[in-house]
């Protein structure tokens, strides 16, 4: 089983690895080749998106045997490309047509979501108590995306730096159990649950 995922550049850095760890003993003996395309800030949209999607998947040499989009629906553009998670899934698999291995996954409202159920370890890192914005972690917004809330305790803390995403998030990440924003989250279970049962493995429930 191969397997593509379009992200954003700094969210493969930071998260794919984990990804895989958290997989590996889940999926033993099924476990999925995880080829990664970066893209250096918004992943593909509209036709752009179903060109890269069909040549994934029918290259005539090592075609994708599914490729999984992910996005975050905060892009920072100036204008918003979408309005919600369901919103983007929606217009991804529009823009991509009626293509049964294709799997559009969102964060919402971005990757930093995914981040905040592990607060303590966000004020270890940061050096300050500051506390975690309230609300379920994929619901926070508050006119300020996640990223923003790490940012802030960050460069308010005693470790004298801002959250960078590329090191950060794999600190935060590293020595935590995925689990714990899985049960959380359901986005991101949506997203491992869909790499899991096209690897014939157990979804999560």
């Not at 290259?59 to 919600?84: E, H, M, Q, R, W």
């Not at 940061?126 to 300020?144: D, F, I, L, M, R």
């Amino acid at each position: 089983m191969k397997i593509t995922m379009l992200v954003e550049g700094k969210t493969e850095k930071a998260f794919i690895p984990v990804i895989r760890k958290y997989l590996e003993p889940r999926l033993a003996g099924k476990m999925p080749k995880i080829d990664v395309m970066p893209y250096d800030g918004l992943i593909p949209t509209e036709d752009r998106l179903r060109r890269v999607v069909l040549n994934l998947l029918y290259k005539k040499v090592k075609p994708s045997d599914c490729v999984i989009a992910l996005t975050d629906v905060y892009t920072g553009t100036l204008l918003p490309v979408f309005k919600d998670a369901q919103d983007a899934k929606n217009k991804m698999k529009l823009w991509v047509g009626d293509e049964p291995d294709f799997y559009p996954h969102v964060a919402q409202y971005d990757f930093e979501a995914w981040l905040l159920p592990y607060w303590g370890t966000i004020q270890k890192l940061a050096g300050h108590n500051k506390a975690a914005p309230s609300g379920k972690p994929e619901t926070v917004n508050h006119n300020k995306p996640p990223s923003y809330h790490l940012k802030s305790i960050f460069e308010t803390g005693n470790c004298r730096d801002s959250y960078v995403k590329t090191r950060d998030a794999r600190r935060i990440l590293e020595n935590n159990d995925l689990s714990v924003a899985i049960a959380q989250c359901s986005e991101l279970k949506s997203l491992i649950n869909t790499i899991i049962t096209v690897s014939e493995g157990e979804p999560l429930e």
